[in-house]
């Protein structure tokens, strides 16, 4: 049984991690949320947005691969506050951006970005050392519940405020509020930070150094590939369930969107309930195959909805598609991190980081595709429901021994 001293070090970690991940994915989504006023603003299709965002994963998957040897030197705090201060930094170039400049929010997007991509690798950090191992894919379950919860904050807060307010002032508020939730950890840094080495040689050589240990431990590849097809689905499912029952099935805006927010709720509750089955119940390998079976099912049953199909029915699917397509990052972390060498958790999850933003990145566009081949959104999510089917049946089968290396 854990000390007091323990308990009260796990509890200050995963507070602390959880408030700098809710803060980064608040900031990551604000300029999606507020996606019309802004392409209004600068005279361009909203559609466009979606390249803004493909821009910060896209500076998410190169911060976090390279974000390892920052976490040694300086702390999992000190990095995780220096990227949520980028991310605000990020956020307020969008407000004060002229209307000429659309070249600079690209700029944003990609600060924003490298913010965002060390914040998950030094919470894996910190929690992997904090965390009562009995407890670890619960933990770093409830951490992850920060990311929908910071876009649920997003969606819930900036468009009021924009009314209120304006498009600008409200970014610029969201950006104080990052210095504040920086400035907020840095209590938790002695504690946490102990174990920072200061000497640390920065060596770009090193930054590739976690792809190898990765590409070296079976276990770890096959983690990053089903990441990499579980991300995908999950982006898929949050950017076009909303355009499907609107066009697909005659669902209004409201509707949809309620749809979504069932989803959101669902991947929320998803995280921790799975968190608790892998500590307690099944091997975390069995429960990520079992959440990709699922949400297989859920994709298919989806892609084979009518308008004729009742609405409470749809949205008990999309809550279900939620909890599994959104609701596996945290055993899948925790598992990557469990295996990571001694004191490389946060560079291993940074190196499988970059495989799984990878899948961020690629899905929608190839989900596009498939819509625009076909002229119906159903064949992607038939595909996606494929995939994930294909790796949750894999990750079931695999027998290797799955033993830490700790």
Known sequence: MPSRSDAKRA?????????????ASLAATATSVLAPEIAQTFAIAPKWIGVFVGL??????????????????????????????????????????????????????????VGYGPITPASSHVLI????????????????????????????????????????????VASIAGIAVAAAAQPTRAMLDADRRSGRAL??????????????SRT??????????????????????VVYLTESLGWSLVGAGFALTAATLGGVVGRIVWGSIADRALPPRQVLGTIGIAAALCGAVLASATP?????????????FGATAIGWNGVQLSEVARHAPKGAAGAVTGATAFITFSGVVAGPPVFALLAAL?????????????????????????????RPTQ
């Not at 876009?151 to 924009?162: D, E, H, R, S, V």
């Not at 999510?381 to 799955?402: C, D, I, Y």
């Open 11 to 23: 509890f200050v970690a995963l507070a602390a991690t959880t408030a700098l991940q809710i803060y």
């Open 203 to 216: 060596s770009p050589a090193n930054i590739l150094e976690p792809l190898a240990i990765v590409w070296r």
């Open 374 to 402: 076909t002229g119906d959104y159903r064949t992607g999510f038939g595909v996606f429901a494929a995939l994930s089917g294909a790796s949750g049946v894999l990750m079931m089968m695999s027998r290797r021994a799955a």
């Open 56 to 113: 910060v994963y896209v500076g998410a998957m190169i911060a976090g691969l390279a974000c390892g040897g920052f976490i040694d030197r300086f702390g999992a705090i000190r990095v995780s506050q220096a990227g949520v201060v980028l991310c605000a930094a990020g956020t307020l170039a969008v407000a004060l951006a002229p209307q000429s400049a659309i070249a600079l929010l690209a700029g944003a997007a990609v600060m924003i970005g």
């Open 129 to 172: 050392r904090t965390a009562e191992p009995s407890r670890l894919a619960l933990t770093f379950s409830i951490k992850q519940t920060g990311v929908p919860a910071g876009a649920a904050l997003a969606g819930a807060a900036l468009p009021a405020a924009a009314l209120l307010i304006g498009w600008r002032p409200s970014l610029i």
């Open 220 to 241: 770890l590849i096959e983690l990053a590939l089903v990441s990499f097809i579980y991300a995908g689905t999950q982006v898929c499912l949050t950017s076009f369930l």
């Open 308 to 320: 004729a199909w009742p609405t409470i029915l749809l949205i008990a699917i999309a809550l279900f």
